[in-house]
């Protein structure tokens, strides 16, 4: 994990010596490329795609097309690599969209012509998501009612929910302009701090649920 | 980018809710690409939009007339907040009805009608035991009572010596209980202390007293309470108690008890 930390803020030195230690053939840099971008990216395709089945598709594309390229050596500016993964991934996203529209229209001229509509990919979140959000809902929800400050409840609430302005909350909730994003952060760690402690009962619980399990619970599931 | 920033300005925030300006958004996701921190920072923030959003869309559901008169995003918002308020009271009645689950169980369990009934016959027995033994130390007391007062026309038994078939000696056991005293002489013997015993004529032992002494006029006084005793025939048998050694049978006095 110590190496992991140590990337958190890289230079452009930093990524452009990876860059060409992979066009130099080092298969250990493309491992690392692999492992250093991977969750970022994958993170902002699920964003961008909100769709987790083509998110991960598009993830593996960039990232095979972003090594063929260095390989290559197409990559013109090595120093800003980041900036090419970003931009490759998008544009990935923006042709696999065209070509989506461009089946659609095909499956459209194939429906007026008498043929049936293929069924339609089911782009929701899958059952354990749906389980976990609902989960993950009433976490927030015990956590908000564990805030002492009110303020800081309806802060987080209307920040998250609404597309309201800075200045309407400051307004709304007394805040100086200069302070909002000072209040905003403390409002944020509070929760977090509340947030990281329910975790950690969580965690607690589950262990000691484990172990009672193994105690007292019945024999033949422990073979 | 630094972290510092980052933190202060609640980018990760403004870039979730979509607030971040376009450039600045590209800016923070080049960073975030091969920033594990900041991926963290960005996924707590989405996990909290979620669970808000979440929340608030429960809420939604349960108050819908709420929101019209906002925007649907800010009503969201209102929905959510109205959530997290009701949230203590939600919590307080869910306390009370497992409290009134509770006492319905522990009135079921306790006023079945079998354990009640159970219940009331226990009592029932103890109180009527409570009473029995209320008569009885009613009657003792009386009767310690009657004991502390001046006894008169006590019926006597005279024991003597009796030589040969002589017939045994009778008295009648008194109508109310009471004491008799048995007088018995012992004859001409001398010993410190004289031990009587009693036995009916199956040869059980009803009564055993030693240490006794002769009185003034060389008898020994034993009472006994009538109830102790039944009528039929008796034997009492009487020993000398030397000062060393074994108890010396002085005589027999048979008595009968009508």
Known sequence: ?223 | MDHQSIDAGNIAEHYVTGRLPPEEAARFEEHYLDCLSCCARVEAAERLQRGLRRLAGEAAVRAPGASRSFRPRLALAAAALLAVALLPAWFELQEVQRLRSDLAQTRVEKGSTDRLAALQGELQQTRRDLAAEAAKREALAREMAADRQPQTDLPILSLTPVRGGAPARSLELPAKPGWIALWVEPGDTDFPFYRATLSNEKGTVVFQVSRLALNDLGALLVTVHSTSLAPGKYRLDLDGLPGTGAPVPVGRFPLRLD
């Open chain 1, 1 to 223: 994990m110590e190496p992991e930390a140590s990337r958190d803020e890289a230079t452009g030195d930093d990524v452009a010596d990876l860059a060409r230690r992979i066009q130099a053939g080092d298969a250990a840099a493309e491992s690392e490329l692999v492992a250093r971008f991977s969750r970022g990216l994958l993170l902002m395709l699920r964003r961008l795609v909100q769709n987790p089945a083509l998110a991960d598709d598009l993830h593996q594309e960039t990232l095979a097309l972003v090594l063929g390229k260095i390989r290559r050596g197409e990559v013109r500016e090595p120093e800003k690599l980041n900036g090419f993964i970003r931009s490759t991934a998008r544009n990935l996203f923006i042709a696999d969209r065209r070509k989506e529209a461009r089946y659609r229209a095909l499956d459209e001229d194939s429906e007026e012509g008498g043929h049936p509509a293929p069924a339609l990919t089911d782009r929701g979140p899958a059952p354990l998501e749906r389980v976990l959000a609902v989960e993950e809902a009433r976490q927030v929800q015990r956590l908000l009612a564990e805030l002492r400050y009110d303020r800081d409840r309806q802060l987080l609430l209307r920040f998250y929910l609404s597309d309201e302005s800075k200045e309407v909350l400051c307004a709304d909730l007394e805040i100086e302009p200069e302070r909002f994003h000072q209040v905003l952060f403390r409002a944020r760690e509070r929760l977090r701090e509340l947030w990281e402690r329910a975790e950690k009962r969580q965690r607690f619980f589950a262990g000691a649920q484990k172990i009672v399990g193994r105690i007292g619970g019945d024999p033949s599931r422990s073979k």
